[in-house]
């Protein structure tokens, strides 16, 4: 199963209180290497920018104003995240905004099965500290020079490499379970590097070296 990082930019805090989503990036990565595959949306709220979430984000009612509703990019949006494993750092959040989307035109709302919320597993590796993905990257030294402002895209790219660490898988893993168990063993042997055994002789002239030369070039 392929995987998705989603993020939303919003007007505020609370769907309920009438804030709306101006922004939505999905990656789509495959054993978390991406696969090239992007859904991005500037999303026009049909409602104000509050100051506050401005300087979050960047953008203003005015620049939003001539891009597309929701409505017009939800069945996109939901075909790029079909069947797919779906990370979201404080997934709450992003959720209550799309479920509330997605009800207010009368589709299903996101199956809960599938997502991962990053934030509760770092939670459970470092617990009691803070665990914002601005931490995190700092965390694991991860680049943030990029994010002056937030943005959904930007924020996908940087959980990306927050949760490889954070599942401490810093390489891609074999895929053994499509092969016979012949053919993994072999993949397996291939993989690993030869060792080769030094010989006494090898050993003892190492020894002389570092007795008598390594003197000599150490200045």
């Not at 309920?16 to 991005?40: S, Y």
């Not at 999303?43 to 100051?51: A, D, L, Q, S, Y």
């Amino acid at each position: 199963m392929n995987e998705v990082f989603l993020d939303t930019e919003t007007t505020g805090l609370s769907f309920r209180e009438g804030h709306k989503i101006v922004e939505i990036a999905c990656i789509e990565t495959r054993d978390l290497i991406a696969t090239g595959k992007v859904f991005h949306k500037l999303i026009n709220p049909k409602r104000n920018v509050p100051e506050e979430a401005f300087k979050v984000h960047g953008f203003s009612e005015k620049y939003l104003s001539d891009k597309e509703t929701f409505d017009q990019v939800a069945d996109e949006f939901l075909n790029f995240i079909q069947d797919k494993k779906i990370i979201i750092h404080n997934a709450s959040f992003d959720l209550s905004f799309l479920d509330g989307e997605l009800g207010l035109i009368k589709k299903k709302q996101i199956n809960k099965k599938f997502v991962i919320d990053s934030l509760e597993v770092a939670r459970n590796k470092f617990p009691g500290i803070s665990n914002s993905l601005d931490a995190l990257c700092k965390r694991f030294n991860v680049d943030l020079s990029r994010r002056t402002k937030h943005n959904a895209l930007l924020d996908c790219e940087l959980l990306r490499e927050v949760y490889i660490n954070l599942l401490d898988a810093k390489e891609p893993k074999f895929n053994l379970s499509s092969n016979s168990g012949e053919e993994s063993i072999n993949e397996v042997k291939n993989y690993n590097k030869t060792i080769i055994k030094v010989s006494d002789l090898e050993i003892e002239k190492h020894k002389n070296f570092l007795k008598t030369e390594l003197k000599k070039n150490f200045y």
